[in-house]
């Protein structure tokens, strides 16, 4: 509609620098890159070697971005950050042990607590109620303070909203402070350095996560980008944008989303494909937020942490999560597992956790049995370290693993789906630690005996997760028959390309099923999410492991032929060498300028042929 009048023009004017919560502001938007592109025209403006200047103006553009994206919540990111650097810079000034032990503690408490009322209040009161008879009704006590002090009903207080991208900027901030207490870096001095660090607007509301001892050393660094390096963050800002519309977009609306909505209406094969897409959908939109962050990033002369490679070439799931969510894991490695005593001990940290899960366990489900079922795992840990002691740092540092897994599945939100996905992503590994040691022959007498046990369970009780389950194992006991037979022959040298390939279906497989439970109660507030995603859990389930009719499954192939090439193609391009991937994005950024602008409009054209109607927010904004 043309702008035709002085209130037309002040009221677009308007509508750029206020908030809208039905359009928040996506790297997907014609209007992030023209917020970008003044971007660029400042910092060209402010010239390389004013560096402070630079990190302030980057700040207050940041900010801005996040006021665009989370409205009123800017104050608590701003709130959040002065806290925090104040803490960073008495935790650094202190010079007895115990004071600034004090200090680590004061900081990461002040930040957690603001995490858990915004994300954990629901839990919380659900404990206090289910385990002491407290009562709490939960109210936004922060939006009653902002009516008071505005006088006036601005703010809702009936439910808390989670802002967007408090767990990424809440995980930045303790970073800094535990590097700083670790002697890994020095608190900034200028105040504008760390708020653009807490709030660089690329990574701020879906990450990677970014550690300050791997970026505030760049803060002081002047502008420097080569020709090639610009060419290469211009390909993964086209890479993630054709991951995120073409992949993600395309696959949840079009199909997904309309079978994860009503499972019944749709048989188990489509079921089952609707889980296997999902896994390459949610790749593709978190992956594709991050090769967009990286690469808008990277033009401004800052590097952000690889996030993402390839993880479905991982062959169990250990290395899978080396692959996937990089920040995220290594942040849990470094800050969660090894304080809870790593693979040395299981310490007075590791106790309080299982005690912690337990609890958190039983109210979520709404079971006893949970509880119950934590304590025997501990007891036969705690038996098996008496019977064969030479196995305690083994067993303990499995404990750790398990427990910096459920931990990680709460991270992601406060309902009992995500503590399911969680803990299967941690038994993976644990089963995974326990079979690779086993000899060949061994694990095909061991798969063999399993899949009978559970075959013929199946066949006596006829129950859908007992079907899937015996269909699964019958698979892996006769791959593993083979297997013995071939080393029998003396030729599993030459089985090394079919053993991993093997390995690497086993570990997409087992992590599609887990997604199950991360898909089922994504978007939901906490008290719908356990009701809704356990129920949708179960329904999916029961259509996949009850009778297909295999009649319909050419009809279905071909009614949603768009999809399944769609998903042939992205799992060919994820499965690509990365040497290979690695020399075509070189030849794209050696491209001469007109060249590559050809390339960049066309891409554009292409990918926008799939945008649909409402551009879809990213999957992580959520967490």
């Known amino acids: 509609m043309p702008l035709t009048t002085t209130d037309d023009i002040l009221q677009y004017l308007l509508s750029i620098f206020t908030f809208d919560s039905q359009h928040p502001l996506l790297f997907t938007q014609v209007q ?10 400042v910092l060209a403006l402010i010239g390389h070697n004013k560096i402070a200047m630079r990190n302030a103006f980057l700040f207050f553009a940041s900010i801005f971005f996040y006021y665009k994206t989370s409205g009123d919540f800017t104050v608590l990111l701003i709130v959040t950050t002065a806290l925090s650097y104040v803490v960073g810079r008495q935790v650094g000034r202190c010079q007895r042990e115990a004071y600034r032990r004090a200090w680590l503690a004061v900081g990461i408490s ?21 385990l002491f008879g407290i009562q709490i009704v939960v109210r936004d006590y922060l939006a009653e303070v902002g009516n008071t002090l505005l006088g006036s009903q601005r703010f809702s207080t009936d439910y808390i909203f989670l802002p967007v991208g408090i767990s990424f900027y809440t995980f930045q901030c303790i970073s800094y402070q535990m590097d700083i207490y670790r002697r890994r870096i020095r608190p900034l001095a200028d105040v504008f350095d760390y708020g653009f660090y807490v709030s660089f607007f690329p990574q701020l509301v879906a990450g990677p996560i970014v550690r300050a001892n791997e970026f505030v050393g760049q803060l002081s660094r002047p502008y420097s980008l080569s020709r090639r390096w610009f060419g290469v963050a ?4 086209l890479n993630g944008l054709a991951k995120k519309i073409i992949l993600s977009d395309y696959l949840a609306v079009n199909f997904i989303d309309r079978i994860f909505a009503n499972p019944t209406m749709y048989g188990g094969f489509e079921n089952l494909c609707a889980l ?3 896994s390459l959908q949610i790749y593709a939109d978190f992956s594709g937020y991050t090769d967009i962050a990286i690469g808008v990033a990277l033009i401004m002369g800052f590097y952000l942490p690889t996030n993402f490679r390839s993880p479905y070439k991982a062959v169990n799931c250990g290395e899978f999560w080396k692959r996937w969510h990089i920040s995220l894991s290594k942040w849990l490695q470094d800050y969660l597992y090894i304080s809870l005593g790593g693979n040395r001990r299981a310490g007075f940290g590791t106790y309080a956790v299982i005690l912690t899960i337990a609890l958190v366990g039983t109210v979520l489900s709404g079971s006893v049995w949970v509880a119950v079922g934590v304590m025997i795992a501990v007891a036969s840990c705690a038996i098996a370290i008496i019977l064969h002691p030479e196995k305690k740092k083994g067993i303990t540092s499995n404990i750790n693993r398990m427990n910096t897994m459920l931990l990680g ?3 992601h939100g406060a309902s009992w789906n995500f503590m399911i996905w969680g803990g299967l992503n941690g038994l993976g590994m644990l089963i995974w630690r326990t079979w690779h040691p086993i000899g060949v022959h061994a694990r095909a007498i061991i798969a063999t005996s399993v899949a009978v046990v559970v075959a013929f369970c199946a066949y006596l009780y006829n129950a859908p997760l007992l079907n899937i389950a015996a269909v699964w194992l019958s698979g892996i006991a006769v791959v593993s028959i083979v297997r013995s037979l071939y080393n029998l022959s003396g030729a599993q040298a030459q089985m090394r390309w079919a053993a991993r390939a093997w390995a690497i279906t086993q570990t997409f497989v087992y992590i599609t099923f887990t997604r199950l439970f991360f898909r089922a109660g994504s978007n939901l507030n906490p008290a719908e999410a356990n ?7 179960k329904q999916m389930v029961g259509q996949i492991g009850g009778t297909w009719n295999a009649t319909q499954i050419p009809a279905i192939l071909s009614e949603y032929r768009n999809i399944f090439i769609l998903f042939v193609l992205g799992m ?4 690509i ?3 290979v991937k690695r020399r075509y994005r070189i030849c794209f950024a050696s491209l001469p300028h007109w060249l590559m602008i050809i390339c960049i409009v066309v891409i554009v054209v292409i990918i926008y042929q799939f945008i649909t109607a409402d551009l879809q927010k990213f999957v992580y904004f959520q967490f």
Not at 234 to 237: A, D, G, R, T, V
Request: glycine share 2%.
């Open 32 to 41: 992030f890159w023209i917020f970008f592109a003044v971007v660029l025209f």
């Open 110 to 130: 002040l930040n957690l607590i603001v995490l858990a009322y915004f994300k954990y209040a629901y839990l919380i009161s659900d404990m206090l109620a289910d």
């Open 409 to 411: 599945g709460l991270w």
């Open 531 to 537: 009701q809704v995603a356990i129920e949708t859990a």
């Open 572 to 575: 060919i391009i994820h499965w």
């Open 577 to 579: 060498p990365e040497d």
């Open 234 to 237: 211009i390909f993964w800002i």
């Open 276 to 278: 296997f897409v999902y």
